[in-house]
């Protein structure tokens, strides 16, 4: 009989539990207080009470805590330079989506080498979130895999469904019990619809199957999640940044009856893949805002310490520093410049 299952399975390794995880690397009270105010700070400006741009920026992909931490460091700063304009929330990705295949990020291959270490990738993701918000920066990720929130999720203030699971009715059931504010992307071919039907799914309760605290598989039941939001990032005909397709979008809104904020990805489809279109795709943005305020409510950019990106190579002592090996990103200097005239040319 037992033939019959598992045809395909070459190993299941069993993983420590969440509690178990969290209390190898517990959350600090400088870390909980920076998440919980990342939370909130994001609810305000999404609902219009804090008038500031939420600006998400950061690495496609975290691959090295050391870069992580010095990018982190630099970010904390120039929070501190523009906090009357701009709230800024590091993007801390550790889980990719991807096409067809290739590195799906650090918590499933952290040592970059296909030993898919996933118990070290995800103590590592928890350590790299805490030390982030230890600096006081609120942080952001993408929850790809149903189990990992419950592993990570006291260490994040926003979370991203991306485009590629907005209509995956797995990813709304785990959206509508996250506890941080939620965007869900609108889908590769560039339908928004499918975004804002993952918006109101999200909004219900719902009951589905996980696991608590212990790694018990369990039926979960939630209340719902009022913070989900649309996050624009472009689709297979192009950009949907524009003033036309905004207000298409805030249209589609209102005819739901509905109140979901709007936040545009300046990367991705938005700018071709081409990391230097980000600058005029944000400049039009704050056009956009000082033109209609309050229609837009944050942006996101693809940023790290180098350029653009770079191959796995086969020895990783040859990965050059701070350089991206997913999505092409800016670079530290244009982003910090690109943030600065932002803030200053925000009326
Ligand atoms: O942001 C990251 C990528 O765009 C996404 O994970 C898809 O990547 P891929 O098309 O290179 O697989
Ligand atoms: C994968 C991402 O985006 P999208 O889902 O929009 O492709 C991302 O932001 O890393």
């Given at each position: 009989?037992?033939?019959?299952?598992?045809?395909?399975?070459?190993?299941?390794?069993?993983?420590?539990?969440?509690?178990?995880?969290?209390?190898?690397?517990?959350?600090?009270?400088?870390?909980?207080?920076?998440?919980?105010?990342?939370?909130?700070?994001?609810?305000?400006?999404?609902?219009?009470?804090?008038?500031?741009?939420?600006?998400?920026?950061?690495?496609?992909?975290?691959?090295?805590?050391?870069?992580?931490?010095?990018?982190?460091?630099?970010?904390?700063?120039?929070?501190?330079?523009?906090?009357?304009?701009?709230?800024?929330?590091?993007?801390?990705?550790?889980?990719?989506?991807?096409?067809?295949?290739?590195?799906?990020?650090?918590?499933?291959?952290?040592?970059?080498?296909?030993?898919?270490?996933?118990?070290?990738?995800?103590?590592?993701?928890?350590?790299?979130?805490?030390?982030?918000?230890?600096?006081?920066?609120?942080?952001?990720?993408?929850?790809?895999?149903?189990?990992?929130?419950?592993?990570?999720?006291?260490?994040?203030?926003?979370?991203?469904?991306?485009?590629?699971?907005t209509?995956?009715?797995?990813?709304r059931?785990?959206?509508?019990?996250?506890?941080?504010?939620?965007?869900f992307?609108?889908?590769?071919?560039?339908?928004?619809?499918?975004a804002?039907n993952a918006i109101?799914s999200s909004?219900?309760?719902?009951?589905?199957?996980?696991?608590?605290?212990?790694?018990?598989?369990?039926?979960?039941?939630?209340?719902?999640?009022?913070?989900?939001?649309?996050?624009?990032?472009?689709?297979?005909?192009?950009?949907?940044?524009?003033?036309?397709?905004?207000?298409?979008?805030?249209?589609?809104?209102?005819?739901?009856?509905?109140?979901?904020?709007?936040?545009?990805?300046?990367?991705?489809?938005?700018?071709?893949?081409?990391?230097?279109?980000?600058?005029?795709?944000?400049?039009?943005?704050?056009?956009?805002?000082?033109?209609?305020?309050?229609?837009?409510?944050?942006?996101?950019?693809?940023?790290?310490?180098?350029?653009?990106?770079?191959?796995?190579?086969?020895?990783?002592?040859?990965?050059?520093?701070?350089?991206?090996?997913?999505?092409?990103?800016?670079?530290?200097?244009?982003?910090?410049?690109?943030?600065?005239?932002?803030?200053?040319?925000?009326?």
């Open positions: 009989m037992s033939d019959l299952n598992n045809i395909h399975i070459a190993k299941i390794t069993p993983l420590s539990a969440p509690a178990v995880i969290r209390e190898t690397v517990p959350v600090t009270d400088e870390a909980a207080k920076a998440i919980q105010n990342g939370r909130d700070t994001i609810v305000k400006i999404l609902n219009g009470e804090d008038k500031r741009l939420m600006v998400i920026t950061g690495p496609c992909s975290i691959h090295s805590k050391e870069i992580a931490l010095d990018y982190a460091t630099r970010l904390t700063e120039l929070q501190k330079e523009l906090n009357d304009k701009i709230f800024i929330v590091m993007r801390v990705y550790f889980e990719k989506p991807r096409t067809i295949g290739g590195w799906k990020g650090l918590i499933n291959d952290p040592h970059i080498n296909n030993s898919y270490a996933i118990e070290e990738g995800v103590v590592l993701g928890r350590e790299i979130l805490r030390e982030i918000a230890t600096l006081g920066l609120a942080t952001a990720t993408e929850f790809l895999d149903p189990i990992v929130p419950q592993y990570l999720s006291d260490l994040v203030s926003w979370a991203a469904i991306g485009a590629r699971t209509e995956s009715q797995t990813h059931e785990m959206a509508s019990g996250l506890s941080m504010p939620v965007g992307k609108n889908s590769t071919d560039g339908s928004f619809e499918v804002l109101q909004r219900l309760p719902q009951h589905f199957l996980g696991i608590d605290a212990n790694g018990r598989s369990s039926v979960v039941s939630t209340t719902g999640n009022p913070h989900g939001h649309l996050v624009l990032r472009g689709g297979h005909d192009g950009p949907n940044y524009d003033a036309a397709s905004i207000a298409q979008c805030v249209d589609a809104i209102k005819d739901r009856g509905i109140d979901a904020a709007i936040v545009v990805d300046c990367s991705h489809a938005n700018s071709s893949k081409d990391h230097n279109k980000q600058i005029p795709v944000l400049k039009d943005i704050i056009a956009q805002i000082n033109e209609t305020p309050g229609k837009i409510k944050g942006v996101m950019l693809e940023s790290n310490i180098g350029e653009g990106n770079q191959s796995i190579p086969p020895n990783l002592r040859d990965l050059k520093y701070g350089v991206s090996i997913t999505d092409k990103c800016l670079d530290w200097d244009r982003t910090a410049e690109l943030l600065r005239t932002a803030a200053a040319e925000l009326a």
